[in-house]
């Protein structure tokens, strides 16, 4: 069934009256129609898995290769030039839609099961750093960053980036400070 709640929510979000509302304010198209892209693939992502249980198996064993991928793919969408080259050129688009549902929610999901605590930590810390960095650069940025939209949205989504960090360094914290074994 997620499978096909996935494939659903993929092509509603490619439907061009969702997509272009989306797109309209920054905020949203960073922190709303990219995750929610990439949710799409990792709810399509038991369907791949059972189709290709050998390829996962081999290429993905350990999860690293696919977490690692998943993060490669994030980290290039939250670059201000390809926010702005997906908005001017319909090939990035196309391409911002294969690659965060089946290069980041797919690998996502093949892969966290199979990490130890370390390496899902690892990638917490790593987000932490990367959307607090982001947020610090959007916001203190005296030009504009992104051309299709206005400054303003850049500072929105600057705070956007440091709310993101700040929660999940609330998150990294409260591993370290609560004793997973008292709720065992």
């Known amino acids: 069934m997620q499978p096909i709640i996935g494939l659903i929510m993929f092509l509603f979000l490619m439907l061009p009256p969702v997509a272009n509302l989306l797109e ?22 038991p369907f791949f898995m059972e189709k290709f249980p050998k390829f996962f198996a081999k290429w993905n064993e350990r999860g690293i290769p696919g977490i690692i991928l998943f993060t490669l793919v994030m980290t ?4 201000p030039r390809a926010m ?5 050129m319909y090939s990035v ?3 911002k839609f294969i690659s965060l549902a089946f290069l980041a929610g797919v690998p996502l999901r093949a892969s966290w099961m199979k990490l130890t ?18 947020g610090l650069i959007y916001l ?8 299709n939209y206005l400054q303003s949205e850049q500072i929105t989504l600057g705070w956007g980036f440091l709310t993101v960090a700040i929660a999940l360094l609330i998150y ?3 591993l370290v400070i609560i004793d997973p074994s008292d709720y065992e």
């Open 24 to 45: 309209s304010i920054m905020i949203f198209h960073m922190h709303m129609q990219m995750p929610l892209i990439a949710i799409s693939g990792f709810l399509m992502a």
């Open 76 to 79: 290039y969408w939250s670059i």
């Open 84 to 88: 702005d080259d997906a908005l001017t």
């Open 93 to 95: 688009e196309l391409f």
């Open 117 to 134: 605590d370390f390496w899902k930590n690892a990638v917490f810390v790593f987000f932490t750093l990367q959307y607090g960095l982001m």
């Open 140 to 147: 203190m940025s005296d030009s504009q960053l992104c051309n």
């Open 172 to 174: 990294l914290i409260q």
